[in-house]
């Protein structure tokens, strides 16, 4: 079995890092002057081992699914897209089925690698090694959720929708599994990047969990507040003041030697308030941080692989506003960009490297808002 760090580079891109983060909206803003679709996102499970009271598609998990739309008909799709730069594969847990692993994930893989697009698997990568194993040597990013600083925390977390117990050995196995998984995978060569999200569990112990990170080999941590979309829509939702300490003691605890993502934060060069300011220009100036634009409906879109409609996001509010049966996407993002939501956060500040907040951002604390009469306060 090849190991993803054999695997040679036949396009010679920069490598993934601080410097070169293509999901980034900023990059393909800068480089062309306006939005145009470069990520695509492939919505390919609906199944899940797990059931975590955050999940933001929780409300989209069943327990048998029906046909995916053919390969051939989604690779001709992406094929269409012009600019085209990274592909997200997601779920449920995308690797749930060994046929769709096989069918469908390897393949969407090797036709990225084959056209110098990068890959990304949100996968919660607690099912065997070798499911895994298979996927490393054709993906760039393997993203995971990681939340918890013992087996408790996760079993508490990860099975609280489950309806039904979840016995205690069964969760401590899986989380033993993760961590073992997630080390592996970064021995071989694989980014394993770890999400965590700020909310009422984590705030305080993100310290912790970021040690944890870091002792599995991660090469990337990345940093998201949770915001109330499915399963997590009646969780306790913590201030800004909570976040902005957490962020703090987050860039005064970190390992710096490992690449921290921070994503849709609620803080803006165009607030207000001095607070908010003041902590985006640290992360600004600390080395090995960067502060990703949000890609949903700036370059990507996301696409459901058994009815191909498209959405901005697998987890919106937004009904689908295509399909890929009728519609080229590049043409479906041009629809999506004259869409009144889109152009609700369409704004562009380029000394201060921001294009604008994720539409949950602003429908959480920036209801009354209207970005496009705002400017970043640059001092
Ligand atoms: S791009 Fe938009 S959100 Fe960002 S600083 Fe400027 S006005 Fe504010």
Not at 87 to 104: A, C, H
Not at 370 to 377: E, G, N, T, V, Y
């Amino acid at each position: 079995m090849m190991k993803a760090a054999e695997i040679s580079n036949p396009y010679g891109q920069p490598e993934l890092s601080p410097a070169y983060d293509p999901w980034d909206p900023i990059t393909s803003l800068r480089k062309y002057g306006r939005h145009l679709l470069t990520s695509v996102e492939l919505t390919v499970s609906n199944l899940c081992n797990m059931r975590c009271e955050h999940c933001a598609v929780g409300d989209t998990l069943v327990l048998a699914e029906p046909a995916k739309l053919p390969l051939a008909s989604i690779l001709q799709r992406l094929d269409e897209v012009e600019h085209l730069q990274t592909i997200s594969i997601t779920g449920g847990e995308p690797s749930f089925s060994g046929r769709t692993v096989q069918d469908y994930i390897i393949p969407l893989l090797k036709y990225a690698r084959g056209r110098g697009v990068r890959s990304q698997i949100n996968s919660n990568v607690t099912l065997d090694y070798s499911r895994y194993e298979a996927i490393a040597p054709y993906l760039d990013v393997m993203h995971i959720s990681f939340n918890y600083t013992t087996a408790d925390d996760f079993h508490q977390v990860g099975f609280a929708k489950s309806g039904h117990p979840v016995p205690r050995e069964t969760a401590v196995r899986m989380y033993e599994r993760m961590i073992e998984n997630a080390r592996k995978l970064s021995e071989g060569g694989l980014l394993v990047s770890a999400e965590s999200m700020i909310n009422f569990r984590t705030h305080e112990k993100i310290a912790d969990i970021h040690r944890l990170i870091v002792e599995m080999g991660c090469r990337r941590h990345e940093v998201h507040p949770m915001y109330p979309s499915a399963f997590a829509a009646d969780l306790p939702v913590i201030g800004k003041e909570e976040m902005r300490a957490a962020v703090d003691t987050l860039l005064k605890e970190r390992d710096p030697s490992i690449w921290m993502l921070f994503g849709t934060l609620p803080f803006f060069q165009c607030n207000e308030d001095e607070e908010d300011r003041r902590l985006l220009s640290r992360l600004a100036a600390a080395p090995n941080v960067t502060v990703r634009n949000d890609p949903d409906g700036r370059n990507r879109l996301n696409v459901n692989m058994f009815t191909g409609d498209v959405f901005v996001t697998d987890f919106s509010d937004v009904p689908a506003f295509g399909n890929i049966g009728g519609d080229r996407l590049d043409d479906l993002f041009q629809r999506w960009l004259g869409h009144p939501l889109a152009r609700s956060v369409d704004c562009h500040c380029p000394a201060a490297g921001c294009c604008g907040p994720n539409l949950l951002v602003k429908d959480m604390y920036y209801r009354d808002a209207d970005f496009s009469s705002r400017k970043a306060i640059i001092l």
